[in-house]
Each structure stands twice: as structure tokens, then as C-alpha cells.
Nanobody, 118 residues
Framework: QVQLVESGGGSVQGGGSLRLSCAMSGLPSSSTCRGWFRHAPGKEREGVAI????????YYAGSVKVRFTISQARAENTMYLLMNSLKPGDTAMYLC???????????WGQGTQVTISS
């Protein structure tokens, strides 16, 4: 059974930092990418950062580049998102996901709320 469980969300003031974690289990070996997404009220879900597990190649949305860093533990069972210089516009539910053969469709966590005050 596949499980993805996020943690680390919370409320911080603008300029602050948070580190999100995603504990993953049961993923098939064919799933070779992981990602963080966010969903703010009234907005579409947005891809924040992606990491390819074998090459460790990373990609970021333009709005978070330089401020956010995606990483994974050596055992590949935990993924992180370090978020610095947080802004009120970063307020959203943050979800972790793992890809299958066609993309990020099947494997999702429940999300952790991040709220940034000005």
C-alpha cells in the first residue's frame, strides 16, 4: 500500500522559513520522480518543485526558485522542501506526490497547510 504523509507545515511571518517533510512507503521502483505541489484557495494547483530520484536533478517553479530547495534522504523514503524567505503569496496547502508512468496522477499525500502572515 502506497503512503505519502506530509508534515512540517504551520504559520510563520513573512521572511521566515519552514521545512516540509514527506514520508513515503510502498512506492513501486518504477516511480522515479517526486514533487511538491501547492493549492491555494481560488487558485489552480501549482507544481512547486520536482526531483528525479536517480539523477537528483531538480526543477522549480519560477516563483520559488532560489528560495525553496527540494531534496530527498539517501534512502529515498523521505523528501523535503526547505522554504526560505517566505511570502504571504506562498500560503497554500502543500502536497507531496510521486510520479507513475504518465506523471503525477496516482500517488499523493493529504497535504500540510502553510500560512504566511505579512
Amino acid at each position: 500500500q502506497v503512503q505519502l504523509v506530509e508534515s512540517g507545515g504551520g504559520s510563520v511571518q513573512g521572511g521566515g522559513s519552514l521545512r516540509l517533510s514527506c514520508a513515503m512507503s510502498g512506492l513501486p521502483s518504477s516511480s522515479t520522480c517526486r514533487g511538491w505541489f501547492r493549492h491555494a484557495p481560488g487558485k489552480e494547483r501549482e507544481g512547486v518543485a520536482i526531483i528525479y530520484t536517480r539523477s537528483r536533478t531538480t526543477y522549480y517553479a519560477g516563483s520559488v526558485k532560489v528560495r525553496f530547495t527540494i531534496s530527498q534522504a539517501r534512502a529515498e523514503n523521505t523528501m523535503y522542501l526547505l522554504m526560505n524567505s517566505l511570502k504571504p503569496g506562498d500560503t497554500a496547502m502543500y502536497l507531496c506526490a510521486a510520479c507513475d508512468d504518465v506523471g503525477f496522477h496516482k500517488y499523493w499525500g493529504q497535504g500540510t497547510q502553510v500560512t504566511i502572515s505579512s
